[in-house]
């Protein structure tokens, strides 16, 4: 099953629930915006299959944001499952640091208006 995390009215990322929840687990650890870390945690108690940033508070869209341009690809070169065959996760790597570049481009688009 696929879940989708909206990131701006031009993108939309797609993963499997597995690595949307290790996503999704990693933000909620990311952002101090209260009203953002419910929702985020409503999310994965609920199993919903979605997160749309266009929708949450504007500090927590920033720290979102900023935890996925900054943090995410590390966290998930360091945390992403090593059971995984390595041909795999380097697969599953490349698709988290293809949302960082969603969320870079994201962030250009906005200092650039």
């Known amino acids: 099953m696929a879940a989708d995390i909206i990131v701006s009215d031009e993108y939309a990322w797609t993963a499997s629930s597995g690595v949307f929840a290790w996503v999704v687990e990693f933000l909620l650890e990311a952002v101090e915006d ?12 609920a199993g919903l299959g979605a997160v749309d940033l266009r929708r949450l508070p504007d500090a927590g869209r920033a720290q979102i944001l900023r935890a996925l341009r900054e943090h995410v690809a590390a966290a998930a070169e360091a945390g992403l499952s090593p059971r995984q065959p390595e041909a795999d996760r380097r697969f599953t790597v490349g698709h988290v640091k293809v949302l960082a570049l969603m969320a870079e481009d994201v962030a250009r688009s906005a200092g650039a208006g």
């Open 34 to 45: 209260t009203a953002t870390r419910e929702e985020l945690a409503t999310v994965l108690e």
